[in-house]
């Protein structure tokens, strides 16, 4: 796909003509709009919003060597490999790549960058690792079961025999029966930018995102319900899935903007 085919993609106002599918993510990040991305989730607020949730978590559970397979622009690779964890960084969309590598060479840190699918993934990730991070909402980017099955076995498959999976999505429960609503405090926290979604449909929500400048981006989902991909996770084998609303675990009655799963392959006898 060119640029060209990229920008006008990007510019279509009503996707009710073509029913979404995962590969459409390319075509979504574009080159203006990755170059915009840190505006939108503002890495100091970001640190603020999640703390230390992801490192605290991955050392508590003796987790060193990281695959994060949604690297974005950058951020929790950089901020896993400052805490001195042995990280690998892959994604999708070589614009974002490109954009990763050079926040972490700005801040002195080389990225092992690895373009790939996660439907493939182990055709060009060749290592085995305690843990993947697949975080930033990225995951329900793949809008048919059986492309969210493929990539769930290639994250188990990529993963040591007591690997974790670290997955977050957004609370699209409360966004399909309830409609948006969005305390903007975790991840989109950049200031003067406006995100949320345009189009919400069971199987579709389409969000916008516009800049100071006038500039406006859109990006697809497929709103996956909370016990939907707990259960997934555990039907492609994970043994056990802990689940967290805004970084905690007791979140009880209040609705949450994000989820955050842990998923265990570790063999869990029944007795246990």
Not at 72 to 82: E, W
Not at 111 to 135: F, G
Not at 241 to 255: A, I, P, R, S
Request: hydrophobic share 30%; glycine share 6%; with cysteine.
């Amino acid at each position: 796909m060119t640029l060209e085919d990229e920008r006008n993609y990007q510019s279509q106002g009503d996707v009710a003509e073509k029913p979404p599918e995962t590969d459409d993510y390319q075509a979504e990040y574009v080159e203006g709009f990755v170059d915009k991305w840190d505006d939108l989730i503002d890495w100091d607020a970001r640190g603020k919003g999640e703390g230390d949730f992801f490192i605290k978590e991955l050392k508590e559970r003796g987790k060193n060597r990281i695959l994060d397979v949604a690297t974005g622009t950058g951020y929790h690779s950089v901020k896993l490999q400052q805490n001195g964890f042995e990280v690998d960084s892959a994604d999708g969309s070589p614009n974002m790549l490109a954009k990763a590598f050079n926040n972490a060479k700005s801040q002195g840190l080389i990225l092992r960058t690895i373009h790939a699918d996660w439907r493939w993934l182990n055709r060009d990730v060749h290592n085995k690792y305690d843990a993947i991070i697949c975080l930033g909402n990225s995951f329900t980017h793949l809008f048919s079961e059986n492309d969210r099955r493929k990539a769930l076995a290639e994250f188990y498959s990529a993963l040591r025999h007591d690997g974790i999976l670290i997955l977050d999505q957004r609370n699209y429960d409360v966004i399909l029966d309830q409609g948006f609503k969005t305390k903007h405090t975790f991840y989109y926290a950049g200031e003067n930018v406006k995100a949320e979604p345009d189009i919400i449909k069971d199987n579709l929500v389409r969000f916008s995102y516009e800049f100071p400048d006038g500039e406006k981006y859109h990006l697809k989902f497929f709103p996956l319900r909370k016990e939907y991909t707990t259960k997934l996770m555990k039907e492609v084998g994970f043994q056990q899935v802990t689940t967290y609303g805004d970084f905690k675990e007791t979140y009880g009655q209040d609705d949450p903007d994000y989820y955050i799963h842990i998923a265990e392959k570790a063999y869990i006898p029944e007795d246990d």
